[in-house]
């Protein structure tokens, strides 16, 4: 059994490449306008506490300013490293080649790859026999604590003999 089928796969890349295109397509925040407010909030700081107009609030506000301008300009200079323009077809495979990896990473360390499954699922794998297309399957019904991966599945395999 595999839930890393191409369909799944196809799936999830398709959903991948969306929120990417839903990303590009929204306005950027305004960086540059907050960091001028901050600097600005911090030069009035530092006018009243050189004129010896302080307060214990104004103190208390002051060193907040400086890592949030700091952390702004990174976040700045990140979003213009970003390539305005890409290729779905070349992320696409990209994507696939990723998942790939992953997939021979996680069948090449078994151990490894049940513990990452272990942290992906609030509980075990419920499988619910069911017919499907006049065949007998089982239903797989799962939660992760990341939401929804795939839509519902079911797994082409007959209940084990026991």
């Known amino acids: 059994m595999t839930i890393l089928t191409s369909e799944a796969i196809d799936y999830v890349i ?4 969306s ?12 960086y540059l ?10 030069a009035n700081f530092m006018a009243l506490i050189a004129s010896g107009q302080t307060s214990t609030s104004i103190l208390a506000e002051t060193p907040k300013r400086e890592p949030r301008i700091q952390s702004l300009d990174e976040d ?8 305005a323009a890409w290729d779905p077809r070349q992320l696409r ?4 080649d990723e998942i790939g990896c992953f997939k021979i990473q996680m069948q090449g360390d078994v151990a ?7 942290k992906l699922l609030k509980e075990p ?4 026999p069911v017919e ?5 399957v089982l239903l797989a019904e799962r939660q992760t604590t990341v939401g929804t991966l795939l839509p519902q599945g079911y797994i082409n395999v007959a209940c084990h003999r026991g």
């Open 93 to 96: 495979q990209q994507l696939h």
């Open 14 to 17: 398709e959903k991948a490449l």
């Open 76 to 83: 700045m200079r990140r979003l213009s490293e970003t390539p």
């Open 112 to 118: 490894a790859a049940r513990k990452a499954l272990r």
């Open 132 to 136: 499907r297309d006049g065949k007998k």
């Open 125 to 128: 794998i419920r499988r619910i």
């Open 19 to 30: 929120l990417i295109k839903q990303a590009l397509t929204t306005e950027p925040p305004d």
């Open 33 to 42: 306008g907050e960091i001028q407010k901050l600097k600005k909030e911090l």
